[in-house]
């Protein structure tokens, strides 16, 4: 992965801690931000800086896409996971209970 050559420092004098964003909006594209923020000991300062330039139109559509497979696939193990469960439950029920 490509790193920064040049950390920036922000309110506080701590050089920036790089983050990654999830919004729908800017999917994997990184920022600059205040290392205290977050923490919730101390107040940590507004820095903000992006460091990836904008997602295209397009890469934006595809990620958003690949996230709804990866979201429909877990979804679909959870379902099968519940339903092996029941089956379980049921066999002994059935295996327990006298005749
Ligand atoms: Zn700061």
Redesign the pocket.
């Known amino acids: 992965m490509d790193m920064p050559e040049v950390i920036p420092v ?5 050089s ?1 801690k790089l983050n990654t964003c999830w919004s729908n909006n800017n999917l994997g594209r990184r920022f600059f931000g ?4 977050g923490s919730g000991f101390r107040k ?2 507004r ?1 903000f800086s992006w460091f990836d330039p904008p997602l295209t139109p397009r890469l934006r559509v595809v990620l958003l896409g690949l996230l709804k497979k990866v979201k429909t696939l877990k979804d679909a193990r959870k379902r099968e996971k519940r339903t092996w469960f029941l089956v379980l439950v049921i066999v002994t029920v059935l295996l327990f209970s006298k005749p």
Do not use: I, L, T
């Not at 922000?10 to 701590?14: E, L, S």
């Open positions: 922000c309110y506080c004098g701590n920036a205040c290392k205290q923020f940590s300062c820095f």
